[in-house]
């Protein structure tokens, strides 16, 4: 019974096979029997024409003939090139609508496996990432700094936080803390940047602060940075062979002074050797800069990038050791007519004070005297009242003796 019914299987498999044929396959078939027919028509026309051909034809009637089979035939060649070349396109097309049914219509299994990848993907990952936290390999690291040029890779790794009971995982993950803790435990390092590779490989990126000046204290030279904080001091062995010297106490200045020079020439900056206070008792923010060539510039801290500029336009112009002043306008001196004018001060200060001294004196002396004549006068009135009281009390005690002396006088 098995083996009748085996036949008629294969035939419905045929017809489905038949019945599955796309449009595009079938009107390909179509042209295909198309092609056919007119090649079969084109050779019974040229067997119609041989047959045709009178057996005494002139020599023309036969080149005639030749060249129209010729013609003929470049023709046929030109059509079947053609029909060629759309077979081949036609072929692809169909290998690609193939394709795309086949992805289509998938089996049962393969759309299990499509739906089940996502879950099996993360499971594996999962397991793998669980066995190696599991392994004393999840905490070797192997950190480098780069970067650095006057902070050292242990410095860096101290501050940063790092243990060696960290797993790996935790410093990619978490690698946002180590870089802060970086920054605010130490003063050089402007920014620092944690890069993994793989395996265990953890790279810090560190940039420093530049040093701008220094500050001289009584113990050394502190380094001032560009952002105008002091970091510890520094020996003299480690000192570069010209620097700028900063000697000012508050650090809202320094800052200050720093903000200026960033807006600076370079090149300007270069040629200041020392920074201080010019003590000034009309402008509280005056500076003193000392310069390389041997000049003075007095210039508020306030004005310092507006004025400074002009330094270097008067500069050629100037004597040697010249004091250029820029507290109000801009104008240059010297040490020796600064001290001759000082001086001046000086001597009308001092006669000012003698003048006023003599004067403080005259007055004294004036007021001495009038309240000395003003004592004897009340002293010779007091004298003249008591003398004129006694004789009135000897007359009215001793009448006699009056009147005797008068006598006595008369006579």
Known sequence: MTKKKEPKKSQKDKSEKKSALTEWQKRNIEFLKKKEAEKAEKKKRQEKLRLERKPKATDTDTKAEKVEEKALTAEEKKKAKEAKKEEARKAKEAKKLQKLEAKKEKTPLQKAIHHALPVIITATVILLISIFLVTPFSKKKIITVTGTSTVSQEEVIRDSGIKPSNYLFSLIFHHSTYEKNIISKNKMVKS??????????????????????????????QPILENGTRIGLVGASELPDSFLTINLSSEKDIQKLVNAFSKLDKDLVNQIQIVSSADSATTSDLLKLEMHDGNVVRVPLSEVAKKLPYYLKIKDSLPENSIVDMEVGIYATSESIEASVAADKEK???ENKEESESDSKSDEENSQTESSEEATATESSEAESAENQAPEATNEEHPNETAVVEQVAQQ
């Open 192 to 221: 620092a940047k944690f890069t993994y590779r793989f395996p265990n490989k953890l790279n810090i990126d560190v940039k420093e602060y530049s040093i701008i000046a220094y500050a001289q204290t009584d113990d050394g030279y």
């Open 348 to 350: 009308a200060k001092n």
